[in-house]
């Protein structure tokens, strides 16, 4: 019996020191291992500390660089708010607040886990299509989660899995004797949830501004007669807009976007644009023809006789490289007073596009234009951005412009290709000084003309051949321009339900840009080649003439 009684006492005891241990303390600190299907990745932690009703979460990874964002995110469990500060490269500091309702959109499940030595409920949540399974202990009296602001129970979470891949998992759970002051002192500026999510994410974009809400035009402006400026120049009666700027030295690291916004201004059709870089490291350049008229430009010449300028390689002479082939629609914001049922016209169009490829000729001093060929007194207005997004360092590509028969000079006379490919073919001999691996064209066509038998609206088979061997037999088409409808207020609207705006075409569709197809050549070896373009160009109609506007360059691997 005495036996019995003193077995009693001793174990009373040690479950009074148990509870002792769990319950005598002021902070907990929970370190969580993160894991990627199943495998542990140790340059990430995050870590959680709670002391006072509030929370404070830091993850931290060991490829944090010195110009990354210092992010703190805190729960404040008496006021239901969570709060994010972040001090960004170059000392700025914002935050913001948001409130958040415990246990709110979480269904309970019957599984339970122990973790770190605490027992655990679970509970699903789903936050935007992604699915949550959450486990938490109300066994420790206090409540915080590394989820912040959404999907909280009342208690502490011990674990989460996302969409049953990714696992943050409590390895480690410190009771502090120490109480902790964890709310932080707000300073710097305070942003809506959105704004400073962006920010965030912006901070080491950078981004280039070129033009900003630039005019382009058809009048009769006079023509710069240098170009030793660094403000905006104006070509071609207002339809050309050209700067020089400076872009980032070292840009391997960074994935390259070309950013730009147009509206109309008075202009309510639908035209071809272009936005390009001008070569200037052999003895001609495109800056020639602009300052002293389209004479001054290699010409091709086609089997009628006809010439055309500037738009061929030569050992001399580069054409411009090609960014960003785009189509402003009918009429964006200039027209948005016709109305029609059931639309809500946008305020501009935005087109975005990689151009990666051409990272070795996007550094230093570069010329850079826009182009929009109009002929409306009160044209369109643009801005243009290039960006530059951090990503893995990767070796720039080497770079040949080869051709681009968009007549950019169009409203300073230079000719359109109409007769280039009639009969014919376009064909151009280039030099390359290194052998390439992984080579490939990078091809934009679009096909031009009116109705009927115009090539705008009808496919037309193009064969690409390189050294006499065929590399691509491709017909430019596109069948999801009624996607657009919303872009375009002053399209027109026919009897039979469909708007202009609607209807396929050779590559292209009103308010976006022209995909570049990538020509797989494979290695290359050093010296002389020959390419090839050849297109079925429709015959002219009337006053209606067909004529393709392509633009090639080749790109590979030193």
């Known amino acids: 019996m005495k036996k019995s009684l003193l077995l009693l006492l001793l174990l009373s005891l040690v479950i009074q020191i148990e509870a002792k241990d769990k319950k005598d303390f002021k902070t907990v600190r929970i370190t969580y291992q993160i894991s990627f299907n199943n495998k542990p990745d140790s340059t990430l932690t995050t870590v959680m500390e709670i002391s006072d009703n509030v929370a404070r979460i830091n993850s931290t990874s060991a490829h944090q660089e010195k110009d990354d964002v210092i992010q703190n ?6 006021n239901n708010k969570e709060i994010k500060v972040a001090q960004l490269n170059g000392g700025e500091t914002i935050y913001t607040i948001r409130t958040f309702t415990i246990n709110e959109g979480l269904t309970p499940q019957p599984e339970t886990e122990k973790i770190a030595g605490y027992n655990c409920k679970k509970v699903t949540a789903s936050i935007n299509s992604n699915r949550l399974e959450i486990w938490y202990t109300t ?10 602001g959404t999907a909280i129970p009342e208690g502490v979470v011990l674990k989460i899995v996302r969409n049953g891949q990714r696992e943050e998992k409590a390895t480690k759970v410190e009771l502090l004797k120490e109480a902790t002051d964890l709310l932080p002192s707000l300073t710097g500026s305070q942003l809506s949830a959105p704004a ?31 170009v030793n400026t660094t403000e905006v120049l104006q070509f071609a009666n207002g339809s050309i807009v050209l ?17 730009l916004s147009q509206h109309s201004e008075g202009d309510a059709y639908d035209r071809t644009g272009s936005v390009f870089i001008i070569p200037t490291n052999r003895k001609q350049s495109f800056l020639d023809g602009l300052l002293k008229g389209k004479e001054a430009l290699p010409q091709y010449t086609d089997k ?24 402003t629609s009918f009429g ?24 990666t490829d051409y990272a070795k000729e996007l550094k230093g001093e570069v010329w850079v234009g826009t182009w929009i060929g109009n002929y409306a007194e009160k044209g369109h207005n643009v ?14 590509k080497e770079v040949y412009p080869l051709f681009a028969t968009v007549n950019i000079m169009e409203m300073a006379g230079q000719a359109y290709p109409e007769g280039m490919f009639r009969n014919d073919s376009l064909t151009v001999t280039f030099k390359t000084d290194t052998d390439l691996k992984n080579a490939y064209i990078r091809y934009i066509s679009t096909g031009h003309g009116g109705w009927g038998g115009g090539d705008e609206f009808n496919p037309k088979l193009n064969e690409l051949f390189l050294d006499n061997n065929r590399i691509i037999a491709h017909t430019p088409w596109r069948e999801d321009c009624g996607s657009y409808r919303e872009l375009n207020p002053a399209s027109g609207n026919f009897s039979n339900g469909l708007s202009s705006s609607d209807l396929s075409r050779s590559g292209w569709c009103p308010g976006m840009v022209s995909y570049p197809v990538y020509v797989h050549i494979g290695d290359i070896k050093a010296g002389e080649h020959q390419l090839k373009v050849a297109i079925p160009v429709g015959d002219p109609e009337g006053s209606s003439r067909s004529y393709w506007c392509i ?8």
């Open 73 to 78: 995110i805190y729960l404040d469990y008496i």
């Open 139 to 148: 066994e420790l009296g206090v409540m915080g989660s590394m989820q912040p």
């Open 196 to 226: 400073y999510n962006y920010k965030i994410q912006q901070s080491k974009v950078i981004s280039v501004n070129v033009f900003d809400k630039q005019s382009i035009y058809f009048r009769d402006i006079p023509k710069p007669n240098d």
């Open 243 to 259: 700067k020089k700027v400076t872009l980032p030295a070292d840009n391997a690291d960074y994935s390259i976007f070309a950013e």
């Open 304 to 327: 009628q006789g006809t010439k055309y300028e500037g738009m061929t390689v030569t050992n001399d002479y580069l054409p411009p490289l090609e960014l960003m082939r785009f189509y």
């Open 332 to 355: 964006v914001k200039g027209f948005n007073h016709i109305q029609v049922a059931d639309y809500n016209w946008a305020d501009s169009v935005v087109f975005k596009q990689e151009i």
């Open 383 to 396: 801005s243009l951005k290039i960006k530059y997004y951090p990503n893995e360092k990767k070796e720039p």
């Open 551 to 558: 633009s090639g360059a080749l790109v590979g691997d030193k």
